[in-house]
């Protein structure tokens, strides 16, 4: 696998069992994270009556008037639950570059329905089992985002047992440490460009992703992801429809002792001969693991020769640090 390429990848064999070609399902997923840290996936399961139900719900919703939409702000400055407008978040703040505000609008879901234990509902619990909070309209939103979430969690227990048959390790490894996960799932709208953008504005700007991987439902419109590669240079992620791309992100490029690679990536502005009436709709999960979880180095990721780079880490503050520091408006802090 070059550097340069995100391969797209039929994960079906590994999910149905046959060994043979699940192990090629595995060394696939393994030189893709190695190489560029991005690969999209074919033949997931999830059905394309849930995808399509969920984008029509999400356009709904980004279509009322922005009063409506606002009336679904987190009650607190900070709580990541809810409607964010354009000009409340700038990603590459997240790597220590000041830009103008993302041309996005956001809508942040976490973990429904969880359990009312002290696990749950602890001290340190609080930043991420938060109640989420729901439109009375569309309808549909609350029931039809809930099982998206909960179909993705399920790809992910799956992807996580190809992650670890790559690095060596049972394909259980994981399942300690995301049990109880975390994951955030974020839907956006790129609304279209009919003005120039500011001096450096993106549709999101340059960042990595702060969990272990990053599972994204998008479109193929102008204006879309791109990655960089580790020399240096741009390059457009191909989105089909209904497939998802996967990325690695910072906590298992900690975990895998950089052996698996945490890229950098943004949402570029559409070209100007594109349409301005182009928007462009993404459903982003983030993976993350339980908040108690200790990160350290994976031991088929180090040896005598190459010691771990990184301490370890909690998964939960270390999310919490990585999160704030996107926030634009100082109320929100």
Not at 181 to 197: E, N
């Amino acid at each position: 696998m070059t550097q340069d390429q995100v391969p797209v990848i039929d994960i079906s064999p590994f999910l149905v069992g046959d060994a043979a070609a699940g192990d090629d399902v595995v060394n696939q997923v393994r030189a893709a994270c190695e190489g560029i840290g991005f690969f999209t996936i074919v033949g997931h399961g999830v059905e394309p009556e849930l995808i399509a139900a969920l984008r029509d719900a999400a356009r709904s919703f980004f279509a009322l008037p922005e009063g409506t939409k606002e009336k679904v702000r987190p009650p607190v400055g900070g709580v990541p639950r809810g409607y964010r407008a354009i000009g409340d978040e700038g990603l590459a703040y997240g790597s220590g570059e000041e830009t103008p505000p993302d041309l996005k609008e956001v809508f942040h879901l976490g973990p429904p329905d969880f359990p009312n234990d002290d696990y749950h509902r602890c001290a340190a619990a609080n930043a991420h089992f938060i109640e989420n909070i729901y439109p009375d309209e569309p309808a549909q939103f609350r029931d039809t985002t809930i099982r998206y979430y909960r179909r993705v969690e399920d790809l992910c227990r799956r992807i996580e047992e190809i992650f670890a048959l790559a690095l060596g390790l049972p394909a259980a490894f994981f399942r300690p440490y995301t049990d109880k996960q975390i994951g955030a799932l974020r839907i956006i709208h790129y609304p279209p460009t009919q003005t120039a953008p500011a001096p450096g504005q993106l549709r999101a700007g340059a960042h990595s992703d702060y969990g272990t991987f990053t599972v994204l439902l998008s479109e193929n419109r102008p204006g879309g992801l791109q990655v960089q590669t580790r020399a240096g240079d741009w390059i457009d992620v191909s989105t089909p429809e209904d497939a998802f791309v996967i990325n690695i992100g910072d906590l298992m490029m900690r975990w895998t002792n950089d052996r698996f690679v945490s890229n950098p990536h943004r949402v570029a502005i559409p070209p100007e001969d594109a349409d301005p009436q182009a928007d462009r709709l993404s459903v982003v999960f983030f993976h993350h693991p339980n908040y108690d979880a200790e990160i350290a180095c994976i031991p088929t990721c180090t040896s005598d020769h190459n010691p771990p780079k990184y301490a370890p880490v909690f998964s939960g503050p270390y999310r919490v640090e990585k999160y704030t520091s996107t926030r634009l408006d100082p109320s929100d802090q």
